[in-house]
């Protein structure tokens, strides 16, 4: 017998998953599937690329009968995540009607859309809008699951997640997917699910495969130290993570001017470009993909062998995202991590919060002068081209009260919250 049919599986979607090549129950489906196909409300822990869509898939084939209305509703942070979310269910339930809602494109072709899904798979800014014009109808939404729900709430959609919430039948099955559980999901989780299950599952990353390591340089070595080590190590593909969109324009400007095949992706591109950059590099047409934190969560990116940290996110959680791009599925991984002194706060939240990692501090190699573009952004320190003096000595001590994490190459941008 099919685990997938020991779990509860039906043999038609046994045989149609097959043939997808999926033939074994991850961790998360294993433990979140018969909770699901019994109707429970689910909180399931686990990480970004484990699984989960598929563990809520069945409850969409369960819950949804065609024509029919919309009776399922799926939340995402992230445009990209949405139309992932929604090709994957394509392939699981493609006799049901199952269409996008996100922003940064125009509402008239969603709206047409709308009058015949069963499924919305949307971001939340913009399926308030729907809701403003009445152009959606929850009422008959049996099945409401939000996806990387901790990511959601840390964008600050908190307030829209609950208007949405209260926007459903009470009367529902609800499912909350995340990588993390964190105070605010159980506190959502208390207002509006019933008696949850709660089921775990180990991070999908192999500590004993993940090598991590850091450099600490001089702020004007930065990016010479970046290039020199993407050009002389043997990689597959490369994510290298910035905080910010002005960044990730600068490093992939200066990459391409040192002929390094880079491609950058943030939430300020159109939602075809985002698209177009994330195929391109799935399938090896470019090997070096500069992001912001948009690329770290939910994204079905494979084969990623070296994730390098340009800058430390403030967030120590969004470090366990980006290194969790590589060393999977059994395959070996290398995080690497590029310091100056306004990266030292950051890194010291990361090293108290995650005390069991084992990040290795490498000498700097010898790098070569880089010249940098003349479209640079302006900040305070930064020079017409890096030479090749040593660092900064790494301190002993961290002090995490300093507010010096914000100031980083590019311009400085006011934290907004935005709508996606």
């Known amino acids: ?17 097959t043939n997808m090549g999926i033939t074994n129950p991850t961790e998360i489906q294993e433990k979140s599937i018969p ?46 995540l949405s139309e992932q979310v929604k090709n994957a269910l394509i392939k699981f339930a493609g006799h049901l009607n199952i269409t996008n809602v996100y922003g ?3 509402i008239d072709p969603q709206i047409k859309s709308l009058r015949q899904a069963e499924v919305v798979v949307a971001t939340p800014g913009r399926l308030l809008d729907h809701l403003k014009r009445r152009t959606i109808d929850l009422s008959r939404v049996k099945l409401l699951v939000l996806d990387e729900a901790d990511r959601m709430l840390d964008m600050g959609f908190i307030d829209d997640v609950e208007d949405i919430i209260r926007n459903c039948p009470k009367k529902r099955q609800t499912l909350f997917f995340s990588a993390t559980i964190s105070s605010k999901i159980k506190d959502l989780a208390n207002k509006y699910m019933i008696h949850p299950v709660r089921v775990s599952a180990r991070n999908h990353v192999d500590p004993n495969k993940l090598k991590q390591v850091y450099y ?11 290039i020199h080590l993407l050009q002389e190590e043997r990689a ?14 600068f490093v992939t400007r200066n990459l391409k001017s040192n002929k390094v095949n880079a491609i950058a992706i943030h939430g300020g591109l159109t939602q075809n470009k985002r698209t177009t950059t994330i195929d391109m590099f799935n399938n090896g047409k470019v090997g070096v993909l500069v992001c912001t934190d948009v690329a770290a969560r939910g994204l079905h990116i494979e084969n990623v062998s070296h994730v ?24 070996e991984g290398k995080a690497v991590n590029i310091l100056c002194e306004y990266d030292y706060d950051n890194f010291s939240r990361i090293l ?10 490498l000498d700097s190699p010898h790098v070569n002068k880089v010249t940098i573009s003349k479209e640079q952004p302006r900040s305070r320190g930064f020079k017409k081209t890096y030479g090749n003096r040593s660092g900064n000595r790494f301190p002993r001590r961290f002090n995490s009260n300093r ?18």
Do not use: W
């Not at 600490?216 to 970046?226: A, F, H, R, T």
């Not at 597959?236 to 324009?249: I, P």
């Not at 995650?354 to 290795?360: A, L, R």
């Not at 507010?403 to 996606?420: F, H, Q």
């Open 308 to 331: 390098y940290n340009y800058e430390i996110p403030k967030d120590p959680k969004d470090y366990v995202h980006r290194i969790g791009r590589t060393a999977r599925a059994g395959e």
């Open 236 to 249: 597959g593909l490369v994510m290298v993570f910035c905080n910010t969109r002005s960044t990730v324009d």
């Open 216 to 226: 600490n340089v001089s702020k004007d070595l930065k990016l010479s130290l970046l």
């Open 104 to 106: 940064g494109v125009s």
């Open 403 to 420: 507010g010096d994490s914000d100031r980083r190459e590019g311009p400085r941008r006011k934290p907004s919250r935005k709508r996606i």
């Open 35 to 80: 909770a699901i196909l019994e109707g429970k409300d689910v909180i399931g822990e686990s990480a970004t690329g484990s699984g989960k869509t598929l563990a809520f898939a069945f409850g969409v084939i369960k819950q949804v009968a065609p024509r029919e209305g919309l009776q399922a509703l799926i939340l995402t942070p992230t445009r990209e």
């Open 352 to 361: 108290h919060d995650y005390s069991e990692f084992s990040i290795k501090k």
């Open 1 to 17: 017998m099919n685990l997938f049919e020991k779990i509860g599986i039906d043999e038609k979607t046994v045989r149609t998953i």
